[in-house]
Structure formats: C-alpha cells, structure tokens
C-alpha cells in the first residue's frame, strides 16, 4: 500500500515528496510526513524499511534524489547539519573516552564558540536534567551502557536543538534497561517540550513511546497515526502483521462491500463467517482475514467456526492458545482472569469474534 500524508502548513518538521535512490533500489520511494511542535514521532518498520534513511536527510547528513525537507516551513533540504539545529543521538554513543562526561556533554557549545563558564553551565544543567548530577567527573568507561546513553542524550540537547532525533538508541540495551531508557526519553522530551523523531523497529517501543507512529515498508509510507489507530484499525494487512500479533485466515468475500462495511466470507476450510471490510471489495474476491488473538472467542456452545486446542503456551499473565480449525492454526489469547477456566489440549469448542474485530484486506 502506497499512503502518503501531506505536511500541512505549520508542521515544525516537514518532508514532503521524498526520493532516495541508492544504485536501482528506492530506499525513500516519494514519502509525505508531518511532525508537530512538541510531537513524539515514531519511524517505524523492518530493515530496508527507509526509516533511518529518511532520518539522515532530516538531519542533513543525506540528501535526497527529489523532494525537500522543512524545518518550520523553511526549506532546509540542502542545508547543512550544523545549521539545522538539530539534535542527534545514534545507536552507539560516540562519546570521546578520553574527556570527562561533563566535557562530552560540553562538546558541542565548544564548537560553538561558546565561552568555558557558560559551557560548564549549560553541561551540568543537561546532566540533571538525564538525573545524572554529579557524575560530571568520571570517564565514559565507568558508565553503564544506560548511563552512556544518558550521556549522549545530554550532549544532544545541550544547545537547545529545536528537534532530537533518535536513530535506534535503545537497540544495544537488555530488555530491562530498554524499558528504563523508554521512560527517562519521554520524561526527557516532556520536560524540554521538544520534537523528536525516533527510529526504531521495535514495534512494542514504537507503541509506548510515541504520539504518532508511522509505519514504512520498502521505501514507501503505509500508515501514519495514533498508536491506538494503528493497532485497532490497521490500514493494510502489512500493519495488521507488523503491529502487534495477528491471525490471518484466507477467505473469499461473498459480496461486495465498501471500506467499514460488513461482509460476509467463506473463510479458508468452508466455513462462513461475517467481518469487516477494511478494503473495496468485490463478490468472490481473494480476501485475508486479520484477527488479534485477544479479539478470538472460545465457546461450548455451537454457531462459531468448529476449533481444536492443540496447545496451551502460559507466559505469566496470559496464556496463548494454540487451536486447529478447518483452515489455519490461530492464536487465542487469554489473561489471567480467563486463563482459570483454561481447555485442555483436544477439547474441541467453537471459535467466534465480532464481526468489528475481522478486518478483510484485499489479498496481494
């Protein structure tokens, strides 16, 4: 799918048209974004996507075949970085080894030309902003992988940058300290009330973080939205699949339909069933059908799809259900209120959803 959102005027950050070509292969194939004053955006999709490319040209480390960047409605495509101000945190630190944390941090009002009392200054405020006041005096080696990243948020916003941009600077850290750094970045942008740009490929990340999150796949802009909106209504079946978990059930729709109509198929194995139409569609048109797995329903009363439970996964505070129906294996997801009354592997029940919860996509 082929979505593109246009930066209306007063967008702080504005990409508009993007093209970059590296040999035949479009990395940016013609993308349209917006982000507002203050927003926490998200570029979001698998490798190859385009996201870190469309980053560098924000930043002005890339420049792109076609199309331009604004930064509060000027035109800053061709500009070089140091005259964006921006700011910018990458996967690895980059921090010099040999200078104390306060003098990384201090780095780039020296560049600058900033004088060494106002400098001293502005570091220690950035270092208790990140909440690593008094750390100033140690060497980057007797920092913690998260407080080198802290670090190096301190450096970037130092100077005061209209906008951060963040290119998977939580990637290198466990599970655990991710999720630490995922709150101390938002607590981080709210104080200061900048815009950031964050790429990732984390789609959990993505989700927690960010304000809007725009999904790319193969140079080209799939969807752009909320992270609810994204979730519960996903434009195509590459965001259904890519955000979050999903079943996808091949079918045949039974009538044509309009986007957000109801439509009735004939699901994979022979079984009727109604859901949702999320693309035009027409009588007997290849159809596949997105379902959460929190969204399914297991019933001993009959009137659903005819299902099987192979296999019962616990994980803590759910339990996902493996369960064999006429088509494909689907995924059934319980919490732990529902998981109590949990059917054992061969129980043999009825598989049931609302039809608002079945999006049908035209199959590719």
Same mark, same amino acid.
Request: net charge neutral; charged share 25%.
């Given at each position: 799918?082929?979505?593109?959102?246009?930066?209306?005027?007063?967008?702080?950050?504005?990409?508009?048209?993007?093209?970059?070509?590296?040999?035949?292969?479009?990395?940016?194939?013609?993308?349209?974004?917006?982000?507002?004053?203050?927003?926490?955006?998200?570029?979001?999709?698998?490798?190859?996507?385009?996201?870190?490319?469309?980053?560098?040209?924000?930043?002005?480390?890339?420049?792109?075949?076609?199309?331009?960047?604004?930064?509060?409605?000027?035109?800053?495509?061709?500009?070089?970085?140091?005259?964006?101000?921006?700011?910018?945190?990458?996967?690895?630190?980059? /921090?010099?080894?040999?200078?104390?944390?306060?003098?990384?941090?201090?780095?780039?009002?020296?560049?600058?030309?900033?004088?060494?009392?106002?400098?001293?200054?502005?570091?220690?405020?950035?270092?208790?902003?990140?909440?690593?006041?008094?750390?100033?005096?140690?060497?980057?080696?007797?920092?913690?992988?998260?407080?080198?990243?802290?670090?190096?948020?301190?450096?970037?916003?130092?100077?005061?940058?209209?906008?951060?941009?963040?290119?998977?600077?939580?990637?290198?850290?466990?599970?655990? /300290?991710? &999720?630490?750094?995922?709150?101390?970045?938002?607590?981080?942008?709210?104080?200061?009330?900048?815009?950031?740009?964050?790429?990732?490929?984390?789609?959990?990340?993505?989700?927690?973080?960010?304000?809007?999150?725009?999904?790319?796949?193969?140079?080209?802009?799939?969807?752009?939205?909320?992270?609810?909106? /994204?979730?519960?209504?996903?434009?195509?079946?590459?965001?259904?699949?890519?955000?979050? &978990?999903?079943?996808?059930?091949?079918?045949?729709?039974?009538?044509?339909?309009?986007?957000?109509?109801?439509?009735?198929?004939?699901?994979?194995?022979?079984?009727?069933?109604?859901?949702?139409?999320?693309?035009?569609?027409?009588?007997?048109?290849?159809?596949?059908?997105?379902?959460?797995?929190?969204?399914?329903?297991?019933?001993?009363?009959?009137?659903?799809?005819?299902?099987?439970?192979?296999?019962?996964?616990?994980?803590?505070?759910?339990?996902?259900? /493996?369960?064999?129906?006429?088509?494909?294996?689907?995924?059934?997801?319980?919490?732990?209120?529902?998981?109590?009354? &949990?059917?054992?592997?061969?129980?043999?029940?009825?598989?049931?959803?609302?039809?608002?919860?079945?999006?049908?996509?035209?199959?590719?």
């Amino acid at each position: 799918m082929d979505l593109q959102h246009r930066s209306p005027p007063g967008d702080h950050v504005g990409v508009h048209d993007l093209v970059k070509r590296y040999g035949d292969v479009a990395a940016v194939d013609s993308v349209s974004l917006g982000v507002k004053k203050g927003e926490f955006l998200a570029l979001l999709g698998p490798s190859g996507s385009g996201k870190t490319t469309i980053l560098m040209n924000i930043a002005g480390f890339d420049f792109p075949d076609s199309g331009r960047i604004e930064i509060d409605g000027q035109d800053v495509t061709w500009t070089p970085p140091y005259k964006r101000n921006l700011g910018m945190v990458f996967q690895r630190y980059t /921090l010099f080894p040999h200078m104390s944390v306060l003098d990384n941090i201090a780095f780039p009002l020296r560049m600058r030309k900033i004088g060494r009392a106002e400098r001293e200054e502005r570091a220690r405020a950035a270092l208790k902003t990140v909440r690593l006041d008094g750390y100033g005096d140690r060497k980057p080696s007797q920092l913690s992988g998260g407080q080198q990243q802290r670090v190096a948020m301190a450096r970037a916003v130092v100077y005061n940058p209209e906008v951060l941009l963040m290119d998977e600077p939580l990637s290198a850290l466990d599970k655990n /300290l991710r &999720e630490e750094m995922q709150i101390e970045i938002k607590h981080l942008q709210r104080e200061l009330g900048v815009t950031v740009i964050f790429v990732t490929h984390d789609q959990t990340e993505a989700l927690t973080m960010a304000d809007r999150i725009a999904v790319l796949d193969h140079g080209k802009l799939q969807q752009l939205d909320t992270p609810r909106a /994204l979730y519960e209504a996903p434009a195509s079946a590459f965001v259904a699949g890519f955000i979050g &978990e999903t079943n996808f059930w091949p079918a045949t729709a039974a009538n044509d339909a309009a986007p957000g109509d109801e439509v009735a198929v004939e699901l994979e194995g022979g079984e009727r069933a109604t859901v949702m139409a999320a693309d035009r569609l027409s009588r007997q048109q290849a159809v596949r059908v997105a379902i959460r797995p929190e969204n399914l329903r297991l019933s001993a009363d009959s009137g659903g799809c005819a299902a099987t439970v192979n296999e019962a996964i616990y994980a803590g505070s759910v339990t996902t259900l /493996l369960v064999r129906t006429k088509g494909p294996i689907l995924r059934v997801r319980l919490t732990a209120a529902t998981a109590a009354s &949990e059917p054992a592997a061969g129980t043999s029940l009825s598989l049931g959803w609302q039809p608002r919860h079945a999006r049908a996509y035209a199959a590719a």
